[in-house]
């Protein structure tokens, strides 16, 4: 197996923290699973840059089996907003908000954070950076009772056909991926594509094979 095979083949479900909408991986936890996958790989931690007026950027690199790649991530606040030398306000439609100056324990949780994005890039629970949260496969029935919204918001997702390229990455992932079972697979596709019945059973074979 590759390595991105191995590391996204990984089931971190159970070790997703949620906070303002976001998705967070511990990175002691993550660190962890990659060393156990992948025993040679080292991360390095880069100078961290600073603009007045745009702020505080991370920096970090990880090397596995000797392929090295980059991440990087801005310091930001509890509303996603960019930390600076020195507080400041914006305006709301709620009224002025203030987001205080960055401090060294800001800028190292923002490492560590782009270190976790930074194995993402391996594979390492991969999609929480495209803000999937474990959807289901919906079946007919399940469509045909779901909410209007929720039907309406299915229609714009593409269609999975078999014999383009977006059914061999389906198909790569869903054989890298085989134990996790068709319920915890599916939750993965079901956001991103709309999947007829005959193409479920192809994946529920591919599982079962």
């Given at each position: 197996m590759t390595t991105f095979e191995k590391l996204s083949a990984i089931n971190v479900n159970e070790h997703v923290e949620k906070k303002n909408n976001l998705s967070y991986l511990s990175w002691a936890w993550a660190w962890s699973e990659t060393k156990k996958a992948c025993p040679d790989a080292t991360y390095k931690i880069g100078a961290t840059e600073h603009d007045d007026a745009l702020g505080f950027m991370c920096h970090t690199s990880v090397t596995i089996e000797g392929e090295t790649l980059e991440m990087w991530l801005p310091v930001m606040d509890g509303a996603n907003k960019?930390?600076?030398?020195?507080?400041?306000?914006?305006?709301?439609?709620?009224?002025?908000?203030?987001?205080?100056?960055a401090t060294t324990f800001d800028i190292n949780k923002t490492i560590m954070r782009c270190l976790v994005k930074n194995l993402a890039m391996f594979g390492l629970g991969i999609y929480i950076y495209a803000?999937?949260?474990?959807?289901?496969?919906?079946?007919?029935?399940?469509?045909?009772?779901?909410?209007?919204?929720?039907?309406?918001?299915?229609?714009?997702?593409?269609?999975l056909k078999k014999g383009t390229e977006a059914w061999e990455k389906v198909v790569s992932y869903v054989t890298a991926n085989k134990g996790m079972g068709i319920e915890k697979i599916g939750q993965q596709l079901n956001r991103k594509y709309k999947i007829s019945a005959s193409v479920k059973k192809e994946i529920a074979s591919l599982i079962s094979n």
């Open positions: 960019s930390m600076k030398k020195q507080s400041y306000e914006y305006t709301t439609r709620y009224g002025n908000k203030t987001v205080e100056a803000g999937e949260d474990l959807p289901e496969i919906e079946t007919a029935k399940a469509v045909a009772e779901a909410p209007k919204k929720q039907v309406a918001e299915a229609s714009t997702l593409e269609e």
